[in-house]
């Protein structure tokens, strides 16, 4: 059989297109594909719910790849093994109650399960807006990372969900744009985002489970962004408050959808 280059780019186009427009309306939108978007996006595809991650950059994992400073370890603690093993990603008892997992295994198993479960990962895509309606987001607006980086006017386009996750990390994006550009209160103590402060591993990754919750209506914020949302302290390179904060936000989408 002769290949031939066109066919090759119409297979591309084709299912390319037909997955944009399968995740056109989906139960859960999730912005930002780190540790914790991509373990909520696992437990949610898991139990049947459709989901659809957007990542900005060309790699997902976000900051897990680089574990502390480059050097490509991550520790977690106890509760963070219990779902590092579920995925079946091996780690090693460094002390006790300290393991460490190889980043570059953490993530791409992490990535590779949450697709296996059915839910649909887009790279390349930047989240740059929610749709709003009757005070609750409905969805995100997205585009081109390509588009944001060379700062070209080209208007975006939209995927409606009913829940949207907010995993962007430390720098909160889609609270961000709430916070700018809806008139309205999050469901922080002050309304406003709180920031984030600096490090204590010890409480950080308490509180960010505490902190994965519902943080304006129709958004959950899961991961770094929880904390940022809430403000509490971070972590440096334990992921275990990661990974369980992306399952708890999918614990806590799945109960709602169930009502
Ligand atoms: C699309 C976006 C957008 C956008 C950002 O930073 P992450 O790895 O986030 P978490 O919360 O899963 O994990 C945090 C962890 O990596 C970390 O930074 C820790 C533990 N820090 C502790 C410390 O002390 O520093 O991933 C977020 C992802 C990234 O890949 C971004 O590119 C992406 O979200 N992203 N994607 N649209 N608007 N904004």
Not at 69 to 85: C, T, W
Not at 130 to 155: C, F, Q
Not at 215 to 229: D, E, L, R, S
Request: hydrophobic share 45%.
């Amino acid at each position: 059989m002769q290949l031939n280059e066109q066919t090759i780019t119409r297979a591309i186009i084709e299912t390319y297109n037909q997955k944009l427009i399968d995740n056109l309306a989906v139960d859960v939108a999730i912005a930002g594909g780190g540790p914790a978007g991509l373990v909520c996006a696992y437990y949610l595809a898991r139990k049947g719910c459709k989901v659809a991650l957007f990542e900005r950059k060309l790699s997902i994992g976000g900051g897990m790849w680089g574990g502390g400073m480059m050097f490509n370890e991550i520790v977690v603690q106890k509760d963070g093994k219990r779902i590092l093993d579920e995925f079946e990603i091996a780690t090693k008892e460094f002390e006790r109650g300290y393991y460490t997992a190889d980043s570059i295994e953490a993530v791409s198993t992490l990535c590779s399960r949450a697709v296996q479960a059915g839910a649909t990962l887009f790279n390349c895509i930047s989240v740059e807006d929610v749709i709003i309606r009757s005070k609750k987001v409905t969805g995100l607006v997205i585009n081109w990372s390509a588009v944001e980086m060379a700062g070209l006017h080209v208007d975006p386009l939209c995927v409606e969900s009913r829940f949207v996750v907010d995993a962007t990390g430390h720098p909160i994006e889609v609270i961000k744009i709430i916070e700018k550009k809806v008139d309205l209160k999050l469901l922080t103590k002050t309304g406003k985002a709180l920031g984030e402060k600096s490090m204590w591993a010890d409480v950080a990754e308490k509180a960010t489970l505490d902190n994965t919750k519902e943080a304006f209506p129709g958004v959950y914020v899961a991961g770094m962004a929880a904390n940022a949302t809430f403000g509490s302290f971070r972590m440096g390179p334990i992921f275990g408050g990661m990974l369980l904060s992306g399952e708890k936000a999918a614990k806590l989408l799945l109960k709602r959808m169930q009502k």
